[in-house]
C-alpha cells in the first residue's frame, strides 16, 4: 500500500494496531509517523523521568532561567490553565508543601520577616477586611487569643494601655459610660466588692481630696439636674426605712434640722390639700427668712414653761400655730401674696398643744391680733 493509502499502523512495542492519529509524527521516518503509539511514548517518558528526576529538573531550571520572559508570556496568555494545575498539585501534594514551608522557615527566618513586612506594608486594606471578616466568624477564637497573649505579655499590655488612656481621655470616658449603661448589674456587684475591700483607701481618699469632689458633685448636678433627681427618687424609695431612722436619731441633737424637717412637711401637707406643690425647691427658698431666724422668733415669744425640750405633741408640750388660720388664707401658688402672709413671721407663734386643739379653726379679731403684734415688737426691741 502506498503512503497515503495506509490508514492503520503496528505498534513496535505493545503490537496492537491502532490508527495513524495515535501515533505521533516523525518526518525521519517514511510514513512520517514514530514506531511507537503515544501511550507507550508516555510510559517510556514516565519511566525516563522517575529514573532521572535530578536530571530533568536541573535542565528545567536552566531553561526558565534563560528564558524567563518567555515563561513569563506564556503564564499571562494561559492564566486558566495554570490556576488549575496549581489547584490540583496543592490538592495532591498538600503534605509535601507544608513540610518544605517548615523546611525553609526554619533555614530562612529573616528572609520570612522581611517579606512579610513589605506585603503588610503593601496590602494594609486587605489585611484589615481579612481580620474583621475573620473576626466576625470566629468570636470564641478571638477571645482565647486575646486571654493568651495577656497572659503572656502582661507588662506590654499594661504600658500601652496607659499611653492610649493619656492620649485619648475623651474616648475612655465614653466606653466607661457606654459599659455601665449596658452593665449596671456588674456595676454595683464591682462597686460593692471594692468598697469591702478597700474601706481604708477610700476614707483616706475623702479626707485628703474633699475640695475636689465637692466641686465636681456641684458640676455633675448643675450638668445633669434630671438625672440627680431621679436617682435620689429611688434612692429614697428603697431605703426610706434608713432615712426615718436618720431624722429621728437627728431631730433630738439637731433643732435647727428639727425645726426645717417640721416646716417643710406642714407647708408640703397643706399644699397638698389644694393640689399644689413645691415644683421641686425647698422649703426656705421661697420664705422671707431662715431656720435661725425662725428659732429667735419662737424663742423671743416663749412662756416660762417653754423650752426646746418640751416642743411636741402631748400633755405639757407646745407647738407651733398660726394666729390667722391657714385655711382663711386663698393663694393658689407659693409665690403668691397670701401664701407669704400665712407663713411670715409674724402670723407664727408657740402655743401649748392642748390650747391649739382647743382654739382649732378660730381666729381672734384684727384688732387683738394688732395688739399683740405690738408686744412682740417690744419685746424683740428689749432683746
Known amino acids: 500500500m502506498n503512503d497515503m493509502e495506509q490508514i492503520t499502523k503496528k505498534c513496535s512495542r505493545c503490537g496492537e494496531i491502532k490508527n495513524l492519529s495515535d501515533f505521533s509524527k516523525d518526518n ?20 525516563w523521568y522517575e529514573n532521572n528526576t535530578e536530571k530533568c529538573k536541573g535542565k528545567s531550571r536552566e531553561w526558565t532561567k534563560n528564558n524567563l520572559e518567555k515563561v513569563k508570556e506564556w503564564h499571562k496568555n494561559n492564566s ?15 503534605e509535601k508543601i507544608k513540610e518544605q514551608h517548615k523546611k525553609y522557615c526554619q533555614d530562612n527566618p529573616e528572609k520570612i520577616k522581611e517579606s512579610k513586612k513589605k506585603w503588610c506594608k503593601n496590602n494594609t486594606e486587605k489585611i484589615i477586611e481579612y481580620s474583621k471578616e475573620w473576626k466576625k466568624n470566629n468570636p470564641e477564637k478571638v477571645k482565647i487569643n486575646r486571654r493568651n497573649y495577656y497572659k503572656n505579655n502582661l507588662e506590654k499590655v499594661k504600658e500601652q494601655n496607659k499611653k492610649w488612656r493619656e492620649d485619648n481621655p475623651e474616648k475612655v470616658i465614653e466606653s466607661v459610660k457606654k459599659w455601665q449603661e449596658n452593665n449596671p448589674e456588674k456595676c454595683k456587684e464591682y462597686d460593692k466588692n471594692y468598697y469591702k475591700n478597700n474601706k481604708e483607701k477610700i476614707k483616706k481618699y475623702y479626707k485628703d ?10 458640676i455633675y448636678q448643675q450638668n445633669n439636674p ?3 433627681k431621679e436617682i435620689n427618687r429611688k434612692w429614697k424609695k428603697n431605703n426610706h426605712i434608713k432615712i426615718n431612722k436618720y431624722c429621728q436619731n437627728r431631730k433630738k441633737i439637731d433643732i ?31 420664705l422671707p427668712y431662715t431656720v435661725d431666724n425662725l428659732k429667735k422668733h419662737l424663742e423671743s415669744l416663749f412662756e416660762p414653761w417653754m423650752n426646746w425640750d418640751n416642743y411636741g405633741y402631748g400633755l405639757g408640750k407646745w407647738v407651733i400655730d398660726h394666729k390667722k388660720p391657714d385655711s382663711l388664707f386663698h393663694y393658689t401658688s407659693v409665690e403668691d401674696a397670701e401664701f407669704k402672709k400665712c407663713w411670715a413671721l409674724e402670723n407664727l407663734q408657740p402655743l ?21 403684734n405690738k408686744l412682740y415688737e417690744k419685746r424683740t426691741s428689749k432683746t
Open 28 to 47: 525521519a521516518r517514511k510514513d512520517k509517523h514514530n514506531i511507537y503509539c503515544k501511550i507507550c511514548v508516555h510510559k517510556i517518558s514516565k519511566l
Open 256 to 286: 435647727h434640722f428639727r425645726l426645717r424637717k417640721n416646716i417643710s412637711s406642714f407647708i408640703n401637707g397643706r399644699l397638698k390639700r389644694r393640689l399644689l406643690n413645691k415644683n421641686g425647691k425647698s422649703t426656705f427658698s421661697f
Open 80 to 94: 486558566d490553565k495554570v490556576e488549575k494545575y496549581r489547584k490540583k498539585y496543592y490538592e495532591n501534594n498538600f
Open 226 to 228: 434630671e438625672k440627680v
Open 352 to 372: 401649748g398643744w392642748k390650747e391649739n386643739n382647743e382654739k382649732g379653726n378660730k381666729y381672734l379679731s384684727e384688732k387683738q391680733d394688732l395688739c399683740y
Open 209 to 218: 481630696n474633699l475640695e475636689k469632689i465637692k466641686e465636681k458633685k456641684k
